[in-house]
């Protein structure tokens, strides 16, 4: 089974990223969800845009990394969208790092490094209609094209946050084809 340590959304720890940490608990895995917006969830994207830009972008990256240094190094680092950003940050740079799951977003490699980590497999999720991912969609490629374990996994429609089972973007059937890859990547990490 895997150590998850799961990074949320721009908009908060949503009962919908809790979720889906408890269908990975269900399968034996241990979940980690740092909070931090400190209990603040958004009704939008722009909300939490606007929170997180006052909190200072930086300050909710560093909080991130704070908690990953609380847990041991062999972990899988997964991160939906904002999240994204702190967790392939340590999957590149971390010692340790199991793994790395890539939801809604993708940063390039070279913002943390030259190269993906071999020994790192990593999974990338997103819709090809997302104005946000499709920004990411070139960075996707060829973190896919270059790493030597990785898959790219694009859906059809536009939702960014599809994946979240509590906010109006959730499409079901894309989050259960989303779930079921997720659950034989982990159990093959």
Request: one cysteine or more; proline letters at 5%; a negative charge.
């Amino acid at each position: 089974m895997a150590d998850v340590l799961l990074y949320h959304h721009i908009q908060g720890l949503t009962e919908g990223v809790r979720a889906f940490a408890d269908e990975l608990r269900q399968d034996g895995h241990t979940v980690h969800v740092p909070d931090l917006f400190d209990g603040r969830t958004f009704g939008s994207i722009d909300e939490g845009f606007a929170f997180a830009r006052e909190a200072g972008f930086d300050a909710i990256r560093e909080r991130g990394t704070a908690a990953a240094g609380e847990l041991g190094p062999d972990l899988v680092y997964a991160g939906f969208s904002f999240g994204v950003t702190i967790a392939q940050q340590l999957a590149q740079t971390r010692p340790g790092a199991r793994a790395a799951l890539l939801i809604s977003s993708c940063i390039p490699v070279s913002e943390f490094g030259t190269a993906w980590p071999d020994a790192v497999p990593v999974q990338i999720h997103g819709k090809e209609g997302d104005e946000f991912f499709q920004e990411d969609l070139p960075a996707a490629r060829e973190l896919a094209a270059g790493a030597a374990s990785a898959e790219l996994f694009v859906y059809p429609g536009d939702e960014h946050l599809f994946a979240d089972s509590s906010l109006d973007a959730y499409d079901p059937e894309a989050a259960a084809l989303l779930m079921e890859r997720v659950r034989a990547f982990l159990a093959a990490v």
